[in-house]
């Protein structure tokens, strides 16, 4: 945590302090104020807790802040009892510190192996000399009192300067005492999952405010004798409880179950003694003994020694296994601060499986714990699946202040009710209790989970197409996506690369390609493709990265791992050094004519591949006495720049064009002679800068990387949508740019412009310029190799039409840091990044967002981690069936779950909508009809209410969110925002038809000649039936049917309502009901619900046909606003700016037809340059 460094132990810290918290691929910031108990205070708030049974309880238990400012007195920091920390979603916390006591020798241990001050910092000196360590755990992580920094920090503070030459000079471990102590401050290595006990969740889960409600309602309606509508309520309440607690603990404990693990170690001592403890007691610092069959790993570790095989689909859903190779060592390397994200290839990483670890000396495979708890990797993910970031979504917002409005709304009709049952002399108690009576009818109990039940459905479904949710609110977000972005290998093209050929070069020029490179004669080019991988062996299997097997493969070389005394001796005098792998030429069979292989080469070291170094290398030894070689692969940029100039072609450019224009994915090849004849220790200490300089150019490998049939018409279709498509990837920028072209993100007669961003040097500024691409293809990089011959030069401004932004990594952080004013216009044209870094997904993602787009991303979940728990709407492509790197699984391997789960979204957020209309209307529906009794001092009656309410409101509730989304995407998306003019007008005039209706059903009622009004002195319940309430009755229960089916429309987003047969049905036989109660209802049920005998079927007809007049009005009112019969109103408003920034946005750039200056360099301001970190 980045603290001021200006705050002392004296200091008061009264208001807030500011604490930049940094998680990953985040940073976010909190405010920290420090409450100490005052005794008075708490015995005060105990007395009144007694006297008010409980009621401070509850309202503590709603806001806990109100708990510790009821308790306590704010106070500086250092000797704070409580904590209330606001972070920057505006969510407020309360924490407990902790204060332990510290036994002096603990100091002095600790002190022996780092900086004394730094860990005496951590504790306070109390009276008698005694120390106390004080810290608090918030979100899983363990905050440590600071003196020096004036604040709580993380335990992690005290080790997050490591470098690598720090966690070398670990290797030797920690001393038993030195541990001890550690663990003190550290706490148990221990990723622990509150699992809450089942009366702990039966109370939280009554005291919540829902629950609160149907307790007062469930009172209420004792105290007006509906016995039947309340014991009915309750058992639904005690049934919906019961399984809300089994499912809670059962998530609560797999959740627990799979973040826990208590495994046996074996750590080497500072003694040199290996000792075999619990995983729970590992710290930083700890030396960890890998053993060769591979282990579970407990904690986050930076390997010092040996190489590891490891597992990492538990974290990114990547199922192909990665080499871990040893952190680099060296006096260039010693200085180099760690850091898990940088130095990913050499941490293993909590939760990944160890499948196999080789030794490359006599010390066996060794690795220092770098992190545990919450703070690894691991931790991380668990950490967002406990506290994800909440959901800002307009739709949840806008039902939280509507119903406040309904709150308003039955306050008034409360105070109506008083005065109209005042008026009719009822007595107190009986206007009181139906006074309040209104409030349980107005926010109708059930409305929350009636929202749900679309999202439920739509979950369902998704899971039986292969598509997995772990968490269901996203499912309405995917409504609302304007953008989504997708990575290309693996998401839009397929994920194996098949070689193309080989293309050897020299400094005098290319030579001609090459398509089977196990025609090459023993060369330079011939041992880069056979050696430079980070293949490995496993029951005999090779296993790595698929195109390093395809790589192998062309050659037709076989690996073989030495295994065994006998067997590492015999290599090791066949190659004169001890050799982690060996490559043989095929059988001389297998071999093609005129080509005799016969030397054998000893791969002696791996410099594995990275993404931000976009390369890879191998040390190779050849047998007799033969040269030790250095083998190089990666991007073309970065190879060629690595390279000696002389032995880079002329013509590179052009050919490197020639081939990721047409699709092709390209490496490029290098290699040197390591001149120094060294031992295998030694060249184990060679640093990689060393290795990967002065090489010598070799060629191209070309590879294939078709598109997926199924890509080319999902990005159709979204675009059809109006849905943007943007490809976010780490490959070459002319590969992107014509897989963008053949999958139709960028259209034939579209324009292409490159956007060229260059950091500032010591003699010029930052520079920026925009170039139209040549015949639709064109490129940039981030070495000087590829020149502005790639592009139309000219001045000139672009001709009227659509065009498309492309640019790299680089340009993308130039963008950033040195032009933060035009980067949101790059933001909002830009469909193609390419050779962008994991965080600059994550960026990427993040700066659309703030430009107010709704963004979908795709991805494969190794690389894209990031950006997709950034996206709102994240998709793993992956085969686990609920992998935590995103909100949604797709076991679908292509993109074809994008547009599903866009229907999906749309689908869930239109029935959400519906069914809140529809509660809503019901609420203010029965509302009307219990005022109109009211003022005729009669009411429904207890099993009226129950028909309606349980009959034929929660059938409508649960099954109207059964229909289907719509087979196509359309252009146009669903509201997201409840309060607008369509909404709010359909509830306004459906409200005021039903009024309309109801009055006139009471007028037409009492000018019937048999009509006989009620005795004003009976009071209700003793003046039921009567002629009043039956007539309210029967066409009452018609309307909620008609509204049902009228808010049910499906068109453009949901399936017709016929498909919903089930639904359908339901309707049909409670219309046939009501229509029966209305004509002829028996006996047995006229007594039942209180239904007065009327005489006349003239009139019952009648009210059939004011119920056919009020279902015709209804469907033509709320067919009238979908055509947007209410948009007069907002011209009346007059025009007004969107709220969202891309539209406006939009609207600024085709008020500039010179946008983008084509072929002009724009130098950044030194006032504009921001960190973008």
Not at 247 to 270: H, P, Y
Not at 638 to 664: H, I, Y
Not at 926 to 936: C, E, H, N, P, R
Not at 972 to 985: K, M
Request: aromatic content about 8%.
């Amino acid at each position: 945590m980045l603290l001021p460094e200006q705050q002392s132990q004296q200091q008061p810290c009264y208001g807030t302090l500011q604490q930049q918290q940094k998680k990953k691929n985040t940073e976010t910031c909190m405010d920290v104020c420090g409450y100490q108990r005052v005794l008075w205070r708490v015995v005060l708030c105990h007395l009144f807790t007694l006297l008010t049974v409980g009621l401070p309880l509850i309202i503590f238990h709603w806001r806990p802040k109100l708990g510790v400012q009821a308790k306590c007195r704010p106070c500086p920091l250092y000797q704070a009892d409580c904590i209330i920390i606001r972070d920057s979603y505006g969510q407020v916390f309360t924490v407990d510190v902790v204060t332990e006591e510290v036994d002096e020798g603990s100091l002095e241990q600790l002190g022996a192996e780092s900086e004394e001050d730094d860990w005496r910092d951590t504790v306070q000196l109390h009276k008698e000399e005694k120390r106390f360590l004080r810290y608090y755990v918030f979100e899983g992580l363990r905050y440590i009192w600071m003196a020096k920094k004036g604040a709580f920090c993380k335990v992690s503070k005290l080790d997050e300067n490591w470098t690598c030459g720090d966690i070398y000079r670990r290797r030797t471990g920690l001393s038993r005492q030195n541990q001890s102590a550690k663990q003190v401050v550290y706490g148990p290595n221990l990723i622990d999952v509150p699992v809450k006990s089942y009366l702990r969740l039966f109370i939280d889960e009554v005291l919540n405010p829902f629950y609160i409600f149907q307790i007062f309602s469930i009172t209420l309606w004792m105290f007006d004798n509906y016995y039947y509508y309340a014991v009915c309520i309750l058992f639904i309440s005690a049934v919906s409880i019961a399984l809300s607690l089994y499912e809670t603990r059962k998530q609560s404990t797999t959740l627990r179950n799979m973040a826990q693990m208590k495994i046996g170690v074996t750590v080497l001592r500072s003694s040199g003694i290996m000792e075999s403890v619990s995983s729970l007691d590992l710290v930083p610092g700890d030396c960890l003994l890998v053993p060769a069959d591979g282990l579970l790993l407990p904690c986050d570790a930076a390997l010092l020694a040996g190489e590891c095989m490891v597992n990492e689909g538990m974290l990114t859903g990547e199922s192909v296994p990665v080499m871990k190779t040893p952190l680099p060592s060296g006096s260039h390397a010693a200085g180099m601060q760690y850091s898990p994200e940088e130095h990913k290839r050499h941490t293993l990483f909590c939760g990944t499986q160890v499948i196999q670890a080789r030794s490359l000396g006599n010390d066996g495979v060794i690795a220092v714990v770098t992190r545990t708890g919450f703070y690894t990797a691991k931790g991380d993910l668990i950490s967002s699946i406990l506290y994800p970031k909440p959901i800002s979504f307009k739709f949840y917002r806008d039902s939280m202040k509507f119903v406040g409005f309904l709150g308003i709304l039955a306050g008034i009709g409360t105070i109506y009710s008083l005065v109209t049952l005042y008026r009719n002399k009822a007595p107190w108690n009986w206007i009181i209790i139906h006074a309040l009576d209104l409030i349980t009818i107005v926010v109708p109990p059930a409305l929350p989970a009636a929202m749900t039940a679309g999202t439920i459905y739509s979950q369902n479904r998704l899971k039986k197409h292969g598509v997995f949710c772990i968490s269901p609110p996203r499912i309405n977000v995917c409504g609302k996506i304007k953008l989504f972005c997708f990575d290309k290998t693996g998401t839009l093209t397929e994920e194996g690369l098949d070689v193309w050929g080989v293309v050897p070069g020299t400094g005098e020029g290319f030579e001609a390609l090459l398509p089977e490179p196990r025609k090459l004669p023993q060369s330079p080019v011939l041992r880069v493709l056979a050696c430079c991988h980070s293949v490995t062996l496993l029951n005999e299997r090779l296993i790595g990265d698929p195109l390093d097997l395809k790589m192998i493969h062309s050659t037709g070389w076989v690996l073989e791992e030495p295994e065994g005394e006998e067997a590492v001796a015999r290599a090791e005098q066949e190659f004169g050094m001890k050799v982690v792998g060996v490559m043989r030429p095929p059988v001389v069979e297998q071999q093609p004519y005129g080509i005799s292989l016969e030397e054998p080469l000893g791969i002696v070291r791996r410099f594995p591949f990275s993404s931000s170094l976009q390369r890879m290398s191998v040390l190779v030894k050849r047998p007799a006495g033969g040269a030790v070689e250095a083998y190089l692969k990666g991007s073309p940029e970065m190879v060629a720049s690595l390279c000696k100039k002389e032995t880079v072609p002329a013509n590179f450019t052009a050919t490197l064009k020639e081939f990721t224009g047409d699709g092709f994915r390209v490496l490029g090849l290098a290699y040197k002679t390591v001149k120094t004849q060294s031992s295998f220790e030694e060249l184990q200490e060679l640093e990689r800068e060393s290795v990967e300089s002065g090489m010598v150019f070799l060629g191209f490998l070309v590879m294939r990387n078709l598109l997926k049939p199924e890509t080319r018409p999902v990005i159709s279709t979204l675009r059809n949508a109006n849905i943007r498509t943007v490809m976010v990837t780490g490959d070459n920028i002319l590969t992107a740019v014509n897989v963008a072209r053949n999958c139709g993100m960028v259209a034939p007669r579209e324009r292409l412009i490159f956007v060229h961003g260059s950091p500032p040097s010591h003699h010029s500024p930052a520079t920026l310029k925009f170039l139209l691409a040549e015949s639709g293809a064109g490129g940039q990089d981030s070495t000087e190799i590829i020149t502005q011959g790639l592009y139309q030069q000219g001045s000139r401004f672009l001709d009227q039409g659509p065009y498309h932004l492309a640019l790299n990594g680089k340009s993308f952080a130039a963008v950033c840091e040195h032009f933060p004013d035009i980067l949101p216009q790059i933001l909002l044209k830009g469909t193609i990044f390419a050779r962008m870094a994991p965080d600059q997904k994550t960026q990427l993602v993040q700066g659309l967002q703030e430009i107010n787009y709704c963004v979908g991303m795709c991805g494969d979940g190794a690389n894209d981690c990031g950006a997709l728990k950034a996206a709102d709407a994240g998709i793993s492509l992956s085969e686990a069936e609920a992998s935590i790197a995103s909100p949604f699984t797709s076991k679908i391997d292509n993109i074809e779950c994008v547009p599903l789960i866009i229907r999906e979204g749309r689908c869930s957020l239109v029935t959400s909508f519906g069914l809140f209309k529809y509660m809503a209307l019901y609420s203010l529906i029965q509302f009307v009809s219990v005022l109109i009794l009211y003022s005729l001092n009669t009411n429904l009656g207890d099993l009226q209410f129950l028909f309606f309410d349980l009959v034929i409101t929660t059938s409508v509730a649960i099954l109207m969110g059964k229909t289907g989304p719509a087979k196509e995407l359309c252009a146009q998306r669903p509201q997201g925002s409840l309060i607008n003019i369509s909404v709010l007008g359909s509830l306004l005039l459906q409200t005021c038809l039903s009024v309309i209706i109801q009055i006139s059903t009471l007028i037409i009622t009492q000018t019937q000649d048999w009509f006989v009004p009620l005795n004003s002195t009976v009071m209700f319940p003793e003046n039921l039936p009567n002629y009043e309430n039956t007539g309210i009755f029967c066409v009452t229960g018609f309307q909620y049917l008609i509204v049902a089916i009228v808010l049910s429309k499906g068109y453009p987003f949901r399936k017709p309502l016929y498909t919903n047969v089930l639904y359908l049905v339901v309707l049909c036989l409670l219309s046939a009901v009501m229509g029966w109660l209305t004509l002829y209802p028996v006996g047995f049920m006229r007594n039942v619900l209180h239904l007065k005998v009327v005489p006349e079927m003239n009139y019952k007809l009648l009210l059939l046909a004011l119920s056919g007049l009020n279902f015709i009005s209804a469907l033509l009112l709320e067919t009238a606003i979908d055509h947007g019969m209410l948009k007069c109103l907002r011209r009346l408003r007059g025009e007004r700016q969107s709220k969202k920034i891309h539209k406006r946005l939009e609207v600024s750039l085709s008020q500039q037809p010179s946008w983008p200056p084509l072929d002009q360099v724009i130098q950044a301001k030194p006032c504009t340059a921001i960190d973008c970190s």
